[in-house]
C-alpha cells in the first residue's frame, strides 16, 4: 500500500533561515506527489505537485521540493523562511492503483518561525 | 479564480441528529470528495463521488453517511445520527479529472455535543 511518512511533526527555525521538511514515500508504482499547506483556520492549499515530469519542483511562495526515487523522499525546502510560512504542511501521495486518485496524507509537520 | 466552497463554516449539534454539510466544487470539475480531520490527527478519506455515484468509500464511511449530488452545483455530505467521534473539520474537495490535484474548501468544523 501506498503511505507518506513525514519525519518531523515539529520544525522550528528563524526568519531568514532556510526550511527543510522532511517526507518519504512508499510507493509500487511511480508516483504522484503533493505538498499541501494549512494555514491556522484556513482550507488546505496546494503548494506543489511531482508528477514524473521534472524531478525538482517549483511551487508557490518560493517552496520546491526535490523527487529522488533513490532515496523514496520529496522533501520540502525553502532557502529563506519568512514569518508567514508558519502553518501546517502536509506531504500527500495519489495511489494510483485506486484510479479515482483519494489523496493519502501524511500526519503533516508543524512549521513554526521566530523573528 | 474559481474555488470550493463550503457552508456553514461552524455546525454545532447534539448527539443523534442529522447534519447535512455543503460544498459548491468548481464549476467544471468531475470528481468530488470529503474529507475528514479530527482535531490533532491526520487528514482522512472519506468518499469519492463521479458521475452521480460513489466511486469509492473508506471504513470510516458507513451506513451513518451519505453524500448526494441534488443539482449541478452542490455536494453535500449527511451524516444521520451524529456521534461524539464525528466531531472534526470536513472537507470537501474537488478536481477537473483523475489523476490530478484536489482543490480544497476552507472546511466545515462539525462539534457535537
Known amino acids: 500500500a501506498q503511505s507518506v511518512t513525514q519525519l518531523d511533526s515539529h520544525v522550528s527555525v528563524s526568519e531568514g533561515t532556510p526550511v527543510l521538511l522532511r517526507c518519504n514515500y512508499s510507493s509500487s508504482y511511480s508516483p504522484s506527489l503533493f505538498w499541501y499547506v494549512q494555514h491556522p483556520n484556513k482550507g488546505l492549499q496546494l503548494l506543489l505537485k511531482?508528477?514524473?515530469?521534472?524531478?525538482l519542483v517549483k511551487g508557490i511562495n518560493g517552496f520546491e521540493a526535490e523527487f529522488k526515487k533513490s532515496e523514496t523522499s520529496f522533501h520540502l525546502t525553502k532557502p529563506s523562511a519568512h514569518m508567514s510560512d508558519a502553518a501546517e504542511y502536509f506531504c500527500v501521495v495519489i495511489p494510483l492503483s485506486g484510479g479515482y486518485n483519494k489523496l493519502i496524507f501524511g500526519a503533516g509537520t508543524r512549521l513554526a518561525v521566530h523573528p | 479564480e474559481p474555488e470550493v466552497t463550503q457552508t456553514p463554516s461552524h455546525q454545532v449539534t447534539q448527539m443523534g441528529q442529522e447534519v447535512i454539510l455543503r460544498c459548491v466544487p468548481i464549476?467544471?470539475?468531475?470528481?468530488f470528495y470529503w474529507y475528514r480531520q479530527i482535531l490533532g490527527q491526520k487528514v482522512e478519506f472519506l468518499v469519492s463521488?463521479?458521475?452521480?455515484?460513489?466511486?469509492?468509500k473508506s471504513e470510516i464511511f458507513d451506513d451513518q453517511f451519505s453524500v448526494e449530488r441534488p443539482d449541478g452545483s452542490n455536494f453535500t455530505l449527511k451524516i444521520r445520527s451524529t456521534k461524539l467521534e464525528d466531531s472534526a473539520m470536513y472537507f470537501c474537495a474537488s478536481t477537473p479529472t483523475a489523476p490530478y490535484e484536489q482543490y480544497f474548501g476552507p472546511g466545515t468544523r462539525l462539534t457535537v455535543t
Open positions: 463521488f463521479y458521475n452521480n455515484e460513489i466511486s469509492e
Open positions: 464549476s467544471n470539475h468531475l470528481y
Open positions: 511531482y508528477t514524473s515530469a521534472a524531478t
